[in-house]
């Protein structure tokens, strides 16, 4: 099958779509993974799979594929990238857009210059939603990796996350510990693994490990997280710059009960073709 794609990225976060308005299209696992392949694909860190309006209220569906293959709920610099493929490909108008994902629905809207603000929903902490294995709910939670006990806020901005503030992300064991805790027993759904440096109480650096990708230039769902648990604890305002491999998000969250809102940049690449 022939199939043709736009290439795409947030912050180096980078991401094959398609478009299933237009024609429907199904996947393997495999044939996901092929796609995603750096060598023998495409390459890239997710699939999006663009498809029509499942129901009244919404104007899209968007499905995230991870490198693995995996469906997953959410993601953040896929919804900046979704917000203008959508619009250069005149499947919208609309400058504010709401999608459906599997983590429920976001709403992002495209800025003058270009970029995309996200309403990326409300925050979840009670374990079971997360999932994550905890009697209750607790401001941060002991977590055994490799012998060590690792300090770690656990929520969902649609995905999951197990958030670590560290002295130096530079220095943190990202590639050594990620693996270790996206396959940590207690998250039977695995997840994505955050290491934020407070530079004060506006500016953070972060790198994420991302489930199902390894670690990647950025992840905005990672970003949120990473805002919302250091607010949570006390280190953070209310808005904060974040700083990543691949460049810089804003965001943005009021407390609890209230959603979080991504700002950052999305951009097209190239376009092609494969067989797959
Ligand atoms: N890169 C994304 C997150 C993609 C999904 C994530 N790896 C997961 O498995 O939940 C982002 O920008 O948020």
């Known amino acids: ?27 393997s696992r495999e044939q996901l993974r092929r796609l995603a392949d750096r060598h023998f694909g495409v390459g890239c860190d997710q699939i999006l799979l663009v498809e029509p309006a499942p129901r009244p209220g919404v104007d899209f569906r ?15 610099n896929g919804a900046r990238c979704f917000a203008r493929f959508v619009h250069e490909k ?18 992002p809207r495209l800025e ?13 902490f009670e374990p079971g939603e997360i ?13 055994e990796v490799n012998g060590a006990v690792r300090e770690v806020s656990v929520l969902s901005v649609g995905n999951p996350h197990a958030v670590q503030i560290v002295d130096d992300v530079d220095a943190a064991p990202v590639e050594q510990e990620g693996p ?19 530079l004060d109480r506006r500016r953070v650096r972060l790198r994420v490990y991302e489930r199902g990708a390894g670690e ?31 460049g810089e998000l804003r965001i943005r969250w009021e ?14 690449v190239f376009e092609g073709e494969i067989e797959i």
């Open 131 to 143: 999932p994550f294995l905890a009697e209750r709910r607790s401001l941060t939670y002991a977590l």
């Open 112 to 124: 003058g210059d270009g970029w995309v603000t996200v309403d990326m929903g409300v925050p979840r």
């Open 62 to 76: 968007y499905r995230i594929f991870n490198a693995d293959g995996m469906e997953v709920e959410q993601c953040g």
């Open 255 to 268: 407390g609890e009960g209230r959603p979080v809102w991504m700002t950052g940049p999305a951009e097209t």
């Open 1 to 27: 099958m022939r199939l043709r794609f736009t290439k795409m990225q947030g912050l180096g976060n980078d991401f094959v779509v398609l478009d299933g308005v237009r024609q429907p299209i199904a996947l």
């Open 180 to 198: 270790l805790i996206e396959r940590h027993p207690r998250f039977p759904q695995r997840v994505n693994a955050g290491y934020v440096q407070v």
């Open 216 to 246: 990647t230039l950025a992840c905005g769902t990672g970003a949120c997280a990473a805002v919302v648990a250091g607010i949570q604890r006390g280190r953070l305002d209310s808005e904060v710059a974040v700083s990543t491999r691949g």
């Open 90 to 107: 005149g499947l919208t108008a609309k400058r504010e857009i709401r999608v459906e994902t599997r983590g429920g629905v976001i709403t």
